[in-house]
C-alpha cells in the first residue's frame, strides 16, 4: 500500500484553482519533495493530504485512510509541522513535549525519544525562548513524532533559517528517513530537494509539471556543460550534447588557453527554469 494516494485533487478558493487536478503517489517510507514557487498550491495540498482542508474534487488516501471522509482514522497516523505553529514559550522544550504527550495519551517515555530524534535532548530544559528559529522548528518537528505517526508532513522547514540551522533540519529528515518515516517534504529550495528527496515533483498553478528522481529529472530535463575557465579569467559554457563544443575544447587546449575544466552537472533549478520558464525563488 501506498503512503499518499491522490488522485485528481482540486482546490479552488472563489475563482482561483490553487490546486488544479492533482495525481501522484508516495510509497512507504519514502521521502517525497513537493517544490513549486509562492502560491503554487503546496500549502493548499498538504491541508487536503492532513484533512484539514476539504477537496473540492477529487480524492486522496494517506496511511489507508480517506482524507476527506476518514479523517478521525487519519489524524493519529500522521503528523504535521506548518510554518508559524505555536511553542509555549515560557516552557522549556521537554515541557512543550510532556504537554503535548499528556494531551495526545502518548508515554512520557517517548518525549526523551523524540528529542534524541531531533538532536535536542541536551538544550531540552531551556526556556523555548531562547531557543533559536532552528530549535525551535525542531521542537515542532519532535511535538509531530511524539505519536509515531507513519507519515510526516513538513511544510517549508528550513524556510527563513540560516545554513546550518537549515542543515541540522536535514540531518533530522534524513535519520527519519532512515528509521522508515514517510515524509512529504514541501520547499522551494531545490538543492533540500536534490540531497533529501527519494523523488520530487514540481508544482506550479496547481498542478505538477514534472516527477521523478532529482537524478533523473536532471538527465531528462537538464543540459550536461564542461565549464572551461580560461587564462585569460573568462568562463565558458559548453554543453555536451554541442558536437562543436569537441572542436572548440581540442582547439583551446591546443593553443594553451585552458586554465581549468570541470563538469557541471543540471541543477533542479534549472530543470524547473526548463519546464515552467521561471525559477523557483521569486
Ligand atoms: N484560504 C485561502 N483563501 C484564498 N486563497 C487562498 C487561501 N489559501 C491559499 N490561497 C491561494 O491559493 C494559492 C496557493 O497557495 P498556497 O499557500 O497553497 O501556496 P504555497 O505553494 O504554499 O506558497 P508559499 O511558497 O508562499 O507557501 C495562492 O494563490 C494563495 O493566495
Ligand atoms: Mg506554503
Redesign the pocket.
Known amino acids: 500500500m501506498s503512503a499518499i494516494e491522490a488522485d485528481n485533487l482540486v482546490r479552488t478558493?472563489?475563482g482561483?484553482r490553487?490546486?488544479d487536478g492533482l495525481s501522484f503517489t508516495v510509497e512507504d517510507g519514502e521521502v517525497f519533495g513537493f517544490l513549486?514557487?509562492?502560491?503554487?498550491?503546496?500549502?493548499?495540498?498538504i491541508g487536503m493530504l492532513t484533512g484539514q482542508l476539504r477537496p473540492t474534487s477529487g480524492h486522496a488516501r494517506v496511511a489507508g485512510c480517506d482524507v476527506a471522509n476518514d479523517r478521525r482514522r487519519l489524524r493519529p497516523r500522521i503528523g504535521v509541522v506548518f510554518?508559524c505553529q505555536n511553542l509555549y514559550e515560557r516552557l522549556s522544550g521537554r515541557e512543550n513535549l510532556d504537554f503535548a504527550a499528556a494531551l495526545f495519551g502518548v508515554a512520557p517515555k517517548r518525549v526523551d525519544e523524540v528529542l534524541d530524534q531531533v538532536r535536542l535532548r541536551d538544550r531540552a530544559a531551556d526556556s523555548v525562548r531562547h531557543y533559536s528559529n532552528g530549535m525551535k522548528q525542531r521542537l515542532l518537528i519532535a511535538r509531530a513524532l511524539l505519536h509515531c505517526p507513519q507519515v510526516l508532513f513538513l511544510?517549508?522547514p528550513t524556510r527563513g533559517l540560516d545554513p546550518i540551522a537549515a542543515r541540522e533540519i536535514r540531518r533530522v529528515v534524513a535519520d527519519l528517513a532512515g528509521q522508515g518515516v514517510t515524509v512529504f517534504l514541501?520547499t522551494?529550495y531545490m538543492e533540500e530537494a536534490d540531497c533529501l528527496c527519494r523523488r520530487v515533483a514540481f508544482?506550479d498553478h496547481?498542478r505538477i509539471v514534472a516527477v521523478d528522481t532529482p537524478s533523473r529529472l536532471k538527465v531528462a530535463y537538464g543540459q550536461r556543460s564542461l565549464r572551461a575557465t580560461l587564462r585569460d579569467g573568462s568562463v565558458l559554457d559548453l554543453p555536451l550534447d554541442d558536437p562543436d563544443n569537441a572542436r572548440r575544447l581540442a582547439e583551446l587546449a591546443a593553443m594553451g588557453h585552458l586554465q581549468t575544466l570541470h563538469s557541471a552537472e543540471a541543477t533542479l533549478e534549472d530543470v524547473f527554469v526548463r519546464l515552467t520558464g521561471k525559477g523557483l525563488l521569486a
Open positions: 478558493f472563489g482561483l490553487a490546486v513549486g514557487p509562492n502560491g503554487a498550491g503546496k500549502t493548499t495540498t510554518e511544510d517549508e514541501t522551494h508544482i496547481g
